[in-house]
């Protein structure tokens, strides 16, 4: 988690800003809140980073953007290939009158300047575990996934 220090002292730095009057426990939720939203960034940032490599390389696959905890969040991967949103934050943005532009385009990544990477099994792992929160993540999404999947198929059951 070394690496992701400085989220963590912006988060707390944050939460101290705002501590006047406040018990510790609520010092400690705004830090978290924060945390949140500064890793919401980092994420941003991956998934940004994922679309436009596949994309200037041509890479025959779709980007899909999961797990959003707010609308910002969303708006900030407008033109990602694919989106799974909550109903919640479905109707957010259908009651949001704000223009969006669009974030990611395929047209763009091609002018992007990233060096072309070979990555082979072993080193695909490597990098995947030295990344906790990119193995976490991806654990967190395929398990979110399946609940749903199966909380999904029940629906169709019953209907049926």
Do not use: H
């Not at 596949?54 to 708006?75: D, H, L, P, W």
């Amino acid at each position: 988690m070394e690496r992701y220090a400085p989220l963590m002292d912006e988060a707390i730095a944050y939460a101290k800003e705002q501590s006047a009057g406040k018990s510790q426990d609520q010092i400690l939720e705004l830090a978290m809140d924060r945390l949140f939203v500064v890793f919401g960034k980092e994420i941003l940032k991956s998934v940004t980073r994922i679309y436009n490599y596949y994309k200037k390389f041509g890479y025959k696959t779709q980007v899909m953007a999961a797990s959003f905890r707010n609308t910002e969040e969303i708006k900030g991967l407008m033109g990602c290939d694919l989106l799974t949103i909550s109903p919640k934050l479905l109707k957010e943005l259908s009651e949001d009158k704000e223009n969006v532009t669009v974030a990611l385009k395929s047209s763009d990544a091609a002018s992007k300047e990233i060096p072309r990477i070979t990555v082979d099994e072993k080193l695909f792992r490597w990098a995947m575990n030295e990344d906790a929160m990119a193995s976490e993540k991806l654990a967190e999404g395929i398990r979110n996934f399946n609940k749903d999947a199966r909380t999904l198929e029940g629906l169709v059951k019953k209907m049926l």
